[in-house]
Protein backbone atom coordinates (compact mmCIF):
# COMPACT_ATOMS: atom_id res chain seq x y z
CA UNK A 1 0.00 0.00 0.00
CA UNK A 2 1.39 3.54 -1.02
CA UNK A 3 2.16 5.62 2.06
CA UNK A 4 0.73 8.97 1.45
CA UNK A 5 3.20 11.79 0.73
CA UNK A 6 4.54 13.49 3.79
CA UNK A 7 3.06 17.09 4.70
CA UNK A 8 5.72 19.90 5.41
CA UNK A 9 4.83 22.94 7.12
CA UNK A 10 6.01 24.88 3.81
CA UNK A 11 3.11 25.62 1.18
CA UNK A 12 3.50 24.31 -2.84
CA UNK A 13 3.66 27.95 -3.73
CA UNK A 14 5.78 28.97 -1.53
CA UNK A 15 8.72 31.64 -3.03
CA UNK A 16 11.69 32.13 -0.89
CA UNK A 17 12.52 35.41 -2.95
CA UNK A 18 9.00 36.51 -1.96
CA UNK A 19 9.52 35.34 1.81
CA UNK A 20 12.80 37.26 1.67
CA UNK A 21 11.23 40.18 0.74
CA UNK A 22 8.63 40.23 3.11
CA UNK A 23 11.16 39.70 6.24
CA UNK A 24 13.23 42.38 4.83
CA UNK A 25 10.87 45.04 4.97
CA UNK A 26 9.73 43.62 8.69
CA UNK A 27 13.03 44.60 9.73
CA UNK A 28 13.55 47.77 7.62
CA UNK A 29 10.46 48.47 9.64
CA UNK A 30 11.11 47.41 12.95
CA UNK A 31 15.17 46.58 13.03
CA UNK A 32 16.91 43.03 13.93
CA UNK A 33 15.84 42.75 17.72
CA UNK A 34 12.49 44.42 17.18
CA UNK A 35 11.45 42.14 14.57
CA UNK A 36 10.04 39.11 16.72
CA UNK A 37 9.67 35.98 15.05
CA UNK A 38 6.05 35.59 14.98
CA UNK A 39 5.53 38.83 12.83
CA UNK A 40 8.84 37.59 10.53
CA UNK A 41 6.97 33.86 10.08
CA UNK A 42 3.68 35.96 9.63
CA UNK A 43 4.74 38.30 7.00
CA UNK A 44 6.45 35.90 5.34
CA UNK A 45 3.64 33.27 5.00
CA UNK A 46 5.85 30.28 6.50
CA UNK A 47 6.05 28.93 10.20
CA UNK A 48 9.48 28.23 12.17
CA UNK A 49 10.46 25.03 11.67
CA UNK A 50 10.40 26.00 7.72
CA UNK A 51 12.30 29.11 8.50
CA UNK A 52 14.96 27.45 10.05
CA UNK A 53 15.11 24.98 7.44
CA UNK A 54 15.26 27.35 4.27
CA UNK A 55 16.62 30.42 6.12
CA UNK A 56 18.22 29.11 9.11
CA UNK A 57 18.20 31.61 12.15
CA UNK A 58 17.01 34.99 12.36
CA UNK A 59 20.58 36.50 12.25
CA UNK A 60 21.20 34.42 8.96
CA UNK A 61 17.83 35.54 7.76
CA UNK A 62 18.68 39.12 8.46
CA UNK A 63 21.68 38.93 6.73
CA UNK A 64 20.09 37.09 3.65
CA UNK A 65 17.42 40.22 4.12
CA UNK A 66 20.64 42.89 4.30
CA UNK A 67 22.30 40.93 0.59
CA UNK A 68 18.72 41.63 -1.17
CA UNK A 69 18.63 45.42 0.34
CA UNK A 70 21.71 45.97 -0.93
CA UNK A 71 20.97 44.67 -4.36
CA UNK A 72 18.33 47.09 -5.62
CA UNK A 73 20.16 50.12 -3.10
CA UNK A 74 23.95 50.08 -3.72
CA UNK A 75 23.55 51.09 -7.35
CA UNK A 76 22.56 54.25 -6.38
CA UNK A 77 25.59 55.05 -4.30
CA UNK A 78 28.04 53.48 -7.28
CA UNK A 79 26.18 55.55 -9.81
CA UNK A 80 26.41 58.56 -7.79
CA UNK A 81 30.38 57.65 -7.31
CA UNK A 82 30.47 57.51 -11.27
CA UNK A 83 29.26 61.45 -11.41
CA UNK A 84 32.08 63.34 -12.85
CA UNK A 85 32.36 66.12 -9.92
CA UNK A 86 32.62 66.03 -6.58
CA UNK A 87 29.28 67.82 -5.58
CA UNK A 88 27.56 65.78 -8.23
CA UNK A 89 28.42 62.62 -6.11
CA UNK A 90 27.45 64.33 -3.30
CA UNK A 91 23.81 65.56 -4.80
CA UNK A 92 23.43 62.58 -6.79
CA UNK A 93 23.86 60.48 -3.38
CA UNK A 94 22.07 62.59 -1.03
CA UNK A 95 18.83 63.41 -3.26
CA UNK A 96 18.79 59.55 -4.15
CA UNK A 97 18.47 59.04 -0.41
CA UNK A 98 15.93 61.35 0.26
CA UNK A 99 13.74 59.69 -2.12
CA UNK A 100 14.67 56.44 -1.96
CA UNK A 101 13.81 56.74 1.72
CA UNK A 102 10.74 58.43 1.39
CA UNK A 103 9.23 55.39 -1.06
CA UNK A 104 5.19 55.20 -0.23
CA UNK A 105 5.63 51.21 -0.97
CA UNK A 106 8.50 50.83 1.88
CA UNK A 107 9.01 51.43 5.35
CA UNK A 108 10.98 54.79 5.72
CA UNK A 109 14.36 55.03 6.38
CA UNK A 110 17.15 52.84 5.73
CA UNK A 111 17.65 49.22 6.55
CA UNK A 112 21.43 49.73 7.30
CA UNK A 113 20.25 52.38 9.76
CA UNK A 114 17.38 50.96 11.14
CA UNK A 115 18.69 47.58 11.42
CA UNK A 116 20.62 47.61 14.62
CA UNK A 117 19.91 51.53 15.83
CA UNK A 118 19.05 49.37 19.63
CA UNK A 119 20.89 46.45 20.36
CA UNK A 120 21.69 43.92 23.45
CA UNK A 121 24.82 41.83 23.65
CA UNK A 122 23.58 39.14 21.52
CA UNK A 123 22.70 41.21 18.75
CA UNK A 124 26.18 42.81 18.76
CA UNK A 125 27.54 40.79 15.31
CA UNK A 126 24.56 42.21 13.53
CA UNK A 127 25.72 46.18 14.83
CA UNK A 128 28.90 45.59 14.10
CA UNK A 129 28.27 44.17 10.49
CA UNK A 130 25.86 47.07 9.77
CA UNK A 131 28.82 49.70 11.39
CA UNK A 132 31.52 48.07 9.06
CA UNK A 133 29.37 48.32 6.42
CA UNK A 134 28.64 51.97 6.42
CA UNK A 135 32.30 52.41 7.18
CA UNK A 136 33.29 50.89 3.98
CA UNK A 137 30.86 53.34 2.26
CA UNK A 138 32.55 56.35 3.89
CA UNK A 139 36.18 54.93 2.73
CA UNK A 140 35.01 54.88 -0.90
CA UNK A 141 33.49 58.25 -0.39
CA UNK A 142 36.54 59.39 0.90
CA UNK A 143 39.09 57.76 -2.08
CA UNK A 144 36.44 59.36 -4.57
CA UNK A 145 37.09 62.63 -3.03
CA UNK A 146 40.72 62.12 -2.71
CA UNK A 147 40.55 61.75 -6.52
CA UNK A 148 38.79 64.88 -7.58
CA UNK A 149 41.53 66.41 -5.21
CA UNK A 150 44.61 65.12 -7.83
CA UNK A 151 42.30 66.37 -10.47
CA UNK A 152 41.66 70.05 -9.15
CA UNK A 153 38.09 69.69 -8.85
CA UNK A 154 38.44 70.06 -5.13
CA UNK A 155 40.70 72.78 -3.52
CA UNK A 156 44.06 71.49 -2.00
CA UNK A 157 42.74 72.35 1.59
CA UNK A 158 40.07 70.19 1.19
CA UNK A 159 39.78 67.17 3.92
CA UNK A 160 38.57 64.08 2.24
CA UNK A 161 38.17 62.45 5.31
CA UNK A 162 35.95 64.85 6.92
CA UNK A 163 33.90 65.47 4.18
CA UNK A 164 33.20 61.69 3.55
CA UNK A 165 32.08 61.68 7.14
CA UNK A 166 30.45 64.33 7.14
CA UNK A 167 28.46 63.27 3.64
CA UNK A 168 27.53 60.09 5.71
CA UNK A 169 26.22 61.72 8.39
CA UNK A 170 23.63 64.14 6.71
CA UNK A 171 22.66 61.22 4.73
CA UNK A 172 22.50 58.35 8.37
CA UNK A 173 20.85 61.45 9.95
CA UNK A 174 17.90 61.92 6.99
CA UNK A 175 17.46 57.88 7.18
CA UNK A 176 16.25 58.24 10.91
CA UNK A 177 14.27 61.61 9.66
CA UNK A 178 12.47 59.52 7.18
CA UNK A 179 11.68 56.63 9.91
CA UNK A 180 10.80 59.83 11.77
CA UNK A 181 8.18 60.65 9.58
CA UNK A 182 9.89 63.87 7.63
CA UNK A 183 8.65 63.86 4.25
CA UNK A 184 10.49 64.05 0.68
CA UNK A 185 10.55 67.66 0.39
CA UNK A 186 11.62 67.93 4.10
CA UNK A 187 14.97 65.70 3.38
CA UNK A 188 15.63 67.45 -0.15
CA UNK A 189 15.71 70.78 1.73
CA UNK A 190 18.58 69.53 3.91
CA UNK A 191 20.40 68.27 0.55
CA UNK A 192 20.53 72.04 -0.67
CA UNK A 193 21.44 73.69 2.36
CA UNK A 194 24.33 70.62 2.20
CA UNK A 195 25.02 71.63 -1.24
CA UNK A 196 24.82 75.37 -0.66
CA UNK A 197 27.88 74.86 1.79
CA UNK A 198 29.87 73.19 -0.79
CA UNK A 199 33.44 74.62 -1.67
CA UNK A 200 32.90 77.06 -4.66
CA UNK A 201 29.15 77.53 -4.31
Request: proline share 5%; net charge neutral; charged share 25%.
Amino acid sequence: MKQPARKTGRPRTFDADTALDKAMKVFWEKGYEGSSLPELTEAMGMNRPSLYAVFGNKENLFKLALERYGATHDPLFDAALQEPTARGVVEHFLRGNADAQTEDENPHGCLVINGALACSDDALPIRNSLIERRAASETRLRDRFLRAKDDGDLPATFCASQMARYVMTMSNGMAVQAAAGATRQQLQEVVDQVLRGWPGA
